[in-house]
C-alpha cells in the first residue's frame, strides 16, 4: 500500500480529531471527578461531625448512668434509714401506750 501526501494528511487530520476529542472526553470527565470529589469531602466531614456528635452523646448518657446509680444507691440508704426511724416511731409509740401515756 502506497500513502500519497493526500493520504497522510487526511489520516493526521482523523487522527489529530481523534485526539483532540479524547482529551476533551478527559477533561470533562475529570471535572465531573472532581465535583464528585469535592461532594464526597463535604459528605465525609458531616459524617465525622455526625460521629463526634454521637460520641459525645455517649459519653453523656455514661455520665448520666453513673449519676443514677449513685442517685438509687441514695434513694436506697434513704429509703432503708426511713424504714428505720419508722421502726423507732413505732417502738416509742408502744412504749408510750405500754407507759399509759398515750
Known amino acids: 500500500m502506497v500513502t500519497t501526501n493526500k493520504d497522510a494528511l ?7 480529531k481523534i485526539l483532540t476529542d479524547k482529551v476533551t472526553k478527559s477533561h470533562q470527565r475529570i471535572k ?5 470529589e469535592d461532594i464526597h469531602r463535604k459528605l465525609n466531614g458531616e ?9 459525645i452523646k455517649a459519653a453523656k ?4 448512668k453513673v ?9 436506697s440508704d434513704l429509703t432503708k434509714d426511713n424504714q428505720r426511724l419508722a421502726q423507732e416511731v413505732n417502738d416509742k409509740v408502744d412504749k ?7
Open 32 to 36: 465531573e471527578l472532581e465535583k464528585i
Open 47 to 55: 459524617l465525622r461531625q455526625e460521629v463526634y456528635d454521637w460520641k
Open 96 to 102: 408510750l401506750r405500754k407507759a399509759g401515756v398515750i
Open 67 to 75: 449519676t443514677i446509680e449513685q442517685q438509687r444507691m441514695v434513694i
Open 10 to 16: 487526511e489520516f493526521e487530520k482523523t487522527l489529530s
Open 61 to 64: 448518657a455514661d455520665e448520666y
